[in-house]
C-alpha cells in the first residue's frame, strides 16, 4: 500500500508568483486535505476535496484554490505570493465521505517565498 | 471557540519516565480528538484518536484520557524512550466537516 506523497519536496519562489503542489493520495482514499504549517505552528485547514468537489473551506482567501482529479490526487495553487506564504503545505488523504477519520498525511513541500 | 489549546509548549523527560501533554477545547460540538507525532522534515503521524462517549483509550505505551465535562485531554506516554523524542499535536474536529483544528504543539526531549 502507497503512502501519501507530494512533490516538489522544496519550493523558492519570489513575492507575486504562483505555485502548484502536488499530492497523491494514498491507495483507496478519496478524499484530500490541504493543511499550512508555519514554522513552530501546528498545522492550518486550508480546504478538503471529495470526490473532486471542494468539501470544506479554512480561513484562507481564494488565491488558495485547489484541484482533485479522478484518480484522487490533487493540487493545491496559490497565486500572488505573499511573503507570509513560507510554510510547510501539508497533504492528508482519508477515506470518509467526512472526511475528518484517520487523516494520512504525506511529508510535506516546504515553500519559501523571497 | 475553534481554538485548542496545548501545553505545555516543550518537555524534558528523562528515559522511562512519563510524558504528559495536555489540551483543551471551548467547542462542544467536536467529537473526534487525535494526537499526532511529527519528526523533523517529516508529515505529522497518526497516534491514537479518542471520541467523547470514553474516558480513556489505551495503545501500547500510548494512552489518551478525556474529561468531556472540563473540555480537557491529555496524552501520557509511559516509559518514554529517546525515540520519542518529536513534537506532538493535539487536535480536534467536527466529524461531517472534515478539518482537523490542531493546537501549537509541544516539543518533547527524552533524555537517555
Known amino acids: 500500500e502507497t503512502g501519501v506523497t507530494q512533490s516538489p519536496t522544496h519550493l523558492i519562489k519570489t513575492r507575486g508568483q504562483q505555485v502548484t503542489l502536488r499530492c497523491s493520495s494514498q491507495?483507496?482514499?478519496?478524499?484530500v486535505s490541504w493543511y499550512q504549517q508555519a514554522l513552530g505552528q501546528g498545522p492550518q485547514f486550508i480546504f478538503q476535496y471529495y470526490r473532486e468537489e471542494e468539501n470544506g473551506r479554512g480561513n484562507f482567501p481564494p488565491r488558495f484554490s485547489g484541484l482533485q482529479f479522478p484518480n484522487y490526487s490533487s493540487e493545491l495553487n496559490v497565486n500572488a505570493l505573499e511573503l507570509d506564504d513560507s510554510a510547510l503545505y501539508l497533504c492528508a488523504s482519508s477515506l470518509s465521505a467526512s472526511g475528518t477519520l484517520e487523516q494520512f498525511f504525506g511529508p510535506g513541500t516546504r515553500l519559501t517565498v523571497l | 471557540q475553534q481554538q485548542v489549546k496545548q501545553s505545555p509548549q516543550s518537555l524534558i523527560v528523562q528515559k522511562g519516565g512519563i510524558s504528559i501533554i495536555n489540551c483543551a477545547y471551548e467547542n462542544t460540538a467536536f467529537d473526534y480528538f487525535p494526537w499526532y507525532q511529527q519528526f523533523p522534515g517529516k508529515g505529522p503521524a497518526l497516534l491514537i484518536a479518542i471520541r467523547p462517549d470514553v474516558s480513556e483509550k489505551k495503545e501500547g505505551r500510548f494512552t489518551i484520557s478525556f474529561n468531556k465535562s472540563a473540555k480537557q485531554f491529555s496524552l501520557h506516554i509511559m516509559d518514554s524512550q529517546p525515540g520519542d523524542s518529536a513534537t506532538y499535536f493535539c487536535?480536534?474536529?467536527?466529524?461531517?466537516?472534515?478539518?482537523?483544528?490542531f493546537g501549537q504543539g509541544t516539543t518533547l526531549q527524552v533524555k537517555p
Open positions: 491507495s483507496g482514499h478519496n478524499t
Open positions: 487536535a480536534a474536529s467536527i466529524s461531517n466537516t472534515g478539518k482537523l483544528i
